[in-house]
């Protein structure tokens, strides 16, 4: 279930492409990988974060499973992979970054991959974006609809792995230290169309079917009008180190 869930952001590409916030560089610098590093943007996408490793590192490699979301990633060294098998030799990496999915393939046989891929005493970085306020200015009843379709949305396991931050337990017989954890905060500015983009990228509309994507898609325009946008996030980066 989660893999088909992560899977769906495929159909939302360009959504997810034109409405997500490009990460912050001080949240790549975070994480102490050297720039002479040759590194993996791990479920990369679109490309979003591709775009802010390749002007850090000496050699970037993007690996993402989805068709659709890989053929926007214009970054790096671009390949078609999976977490569970990753298109690279042992020890080959010295650092990977994975930002927005762990949640969906936290299991051991991914870690057990990211660990083979790595180099001794190699970076693993996860990252987050969440939210710390409303947009700004306020969008009236954009709450009350976000609050429905929660309620109407299947956990599945990637998303509840995330929210009980049960996906740390993954660690706990792996071959990697103990997590760190910093926070950065930002940002995200848009107009009316990446605003749209930034909601119809979200899993809770993205995993849904064609028609119901439709009418919800019909309902934000509605309710959003034209005008520039601001929302504050934080994004939280985890750590660790291979043993």
Known sequence: MSELRALSFG????????????????AIDAAGVAPDAHVLDLAAGT?????????????????EPDDAMRALNRWGEVRSGSAQSIPL???EVDAVFVAEAFHWF??????????RVLRPAGTLVLM????????????????????????????????????????????????????????????????????????????SIAARPPADIDAISSELEGLVPPGRYELPLHVDVFTTRRL
Do not use: M, N
């Not at 979003?48 to 490699?61: S, Y």
């Not at 936290?106 to 660990?115: T, V």
């Not at 396991?157 to 954890?181: H, I, K, M, N, T």
């Open 11 to 26: 159909r939302a590409a360009e959504h997810y492409e034109r409405g997500r916030p490009v990460w912050p560089v001080a």
């Open 47 to 63: 490309g979003k974060l591709t775009r802010v490793l390749v002007e850090r590192f000496r050699r970037v490699t993007a690996v």
């Open 128 to 203: 987050w974006t969440r939210g710390d306020g409303d947009w700004s200015p306020a969008v009236p009843g954009l709450d009350a609809l976000w609050e429905r379709l929660r309620e109407s949305t299947p956990q599945g396991p990637g998303r509840e792995r995330f929210f009980s931050g049960e996906w740390r337990g993954v660690f706990a017989d792996a071959p990697f230290e103990s997590l760190q954890e910093t926070s950065v905060a930002v940002t995200h500015e848009v107009d009316r169309r990446g605003l749209l983009s930034y909601l119809l990228s979200q899993s």
């Open 106 to 115: 936290a299991d051991p046989p991914a870690l057990a991959e990211i660990a």
């Open 89 to 91: 030799d042992d020890a």
